[in-house]
């Protein structure tokens, strides 16, 4: 059996850290919207909630730090899905306390909550791609590639809190019970699937990675995200004269857009107009790149286990 890479103790940390600040942030919300006997018991509930998830948490995340260096984005996927679940959760309660007491003027916490989750979540991504942590590309070019594709993934992650935070942070009535329920588990959905789809695009790559044939995720988010958000706020500003809703974020989305179908467009020519040759060395170079990184790392093991010269 082959036994697990070493682990990360930084990346453990930091990744824990932000996922228990953030937790322990969003309940003190959830504890602070009750009075009486019943904070006592939200008290109580989320405290024996945090500790169950920080056990789940302290098996995952070391297996998270485990993988950090290799090509692998797994654990990070697992991690992910479980934080935004839970988190996203209490969410839930928390807009649901907003909701039923409008009559409270306290803009500023609601304005803090929209700050919190617009940090914490594309920071925890960001943590878990790790892409200083990947050794294996060591081209400074590719490697500032693949970092411009994730910043796309950090801002697409902006614009959909920027829609779900439409929900409480308005003081007056506005959308209908039915129109708020689809937004925010439209947007619930988006937080889960989105990132791992990007974390498994670098995991499928492995450590040949080509940042410009990582097409699913540019796929999914224009049509998830810059094309149906640009009606989901198009119909709150016509319909519902939502005067919260940001023109900023319509531009950006009008503007990836473009961006995304212009390459799109470009990749598809340079696809046609590439020689059928071409790919077959691209994939011999690639199948030789594999080949002598394996009988590397076998002749390292091989010499790891040689008995030590007899003096």
Same mark, same amino acid.
């Given at each position: 059996m082959?036994? &697990?890479? &070493?682990? %990360?103790? &930084? ?17 003190a ?7 009486? &006997?019943?904070?006592?018991? @939200?008290c ?6 945090? @500790?169950? =998830? ?13 993988? *950090? ?43 803090a ?10 920071v925890?991504?960001?943590?878990? *791609? ?9 081209? =400074?070019k ?5 970092r ?28 209908p019970?039915? !129109? ?27 450590? %040949? ?19 149906i ?13 939502? !005067?919260?809703?940001?023109g ?16 799109? *467009? ?19 170079n690639?199948?030789?790149a594999s080949?002598?990184?394996h009988?590397a790392?076998?002749?390292v ?6 008995p030590?010269?007899?003096s």
């Amino acid at each position: 059996m082959v036994p &697990p890479p &070493p682990t %990360n103790k &930084p990346h453990v940390c930091l990744s824990t850290i932000l996922i228990m600040s953030s937790m322990a942030l969003i309940d003190a919300y959830l504890v602070e919207q009750n009075h009486g &006997p019943r904070k006592i018991g @939200i008290c109580i509930m989320v405290i024996v909630g945090d @500790i169950c =998830f920080l056990i789940v948490l302290r098996y995952v995340a070391v297996w998270v730090g485990a993988e *950090v260096r290799t090509a692998k984005r797994g654990y990070a996927m697992v991690l992910w899905f479980l934080y935004i679940f839970v988190l996203e959760i209490k969410v839930y309660f928390v807009y649901q306390n907003y909701k039923a007491d409008r009559k409270s003027l306290d803009a500023l916490a609601r304005k803090a909550l929209t700050l919190l989750l617009s940090i914490c979540i594309p920071v925890l991504f960001v943590v878990l *791609v790790a892409i200083d942590h990947m050794e294996y590309v060591r081209n =400074f070019k590719k490697r500032e590639e693949i970092r411009n594709r994730l910043f796309w993934v950090v801002v697409d992650l902006l614009d959909i809190l920027d829609i779900q935070a439409n929900l409480w942070e308005p003081q007056k009535k506005g959308l209908p019970l039915w !129109a708020e329920g689809l937004m925010f588990f439209y947007c619930y959905i988006l937080l889960l699937v989105l990132p791992c789809v990007s974390l498994s695009e670098i995991s499928m790559q492995g450590i %040949n990675i080509v940042p410009h044939k990582m097409l699913l995720y540019p796929i999914l988010s224009l049509v998830t995200i810059n094309v149906i958000t640009l009606f989901i706020r198009g119909g709150n500003m016509l319909l519902y004269r939502d !005067a919260r809703v940001s023109g900023i974020l319509i531009g950006k989305n009008v503007l990836a857009i473009i961006l995304k179908t212009c390459s799109f *467009v470009q990749y598809r020519r340079q696809m046609l107009s590439a020689p059928p040759a071409f790919g077959v060395e691209l994939q011999k170079n690639s199948a030789a790149a594999s080949h002598h990184h394996h009988a590397a790392q076998s002749l390292v093991t091989l010499l790891k286990h040689l008995p030590p010269p007899v003096s």
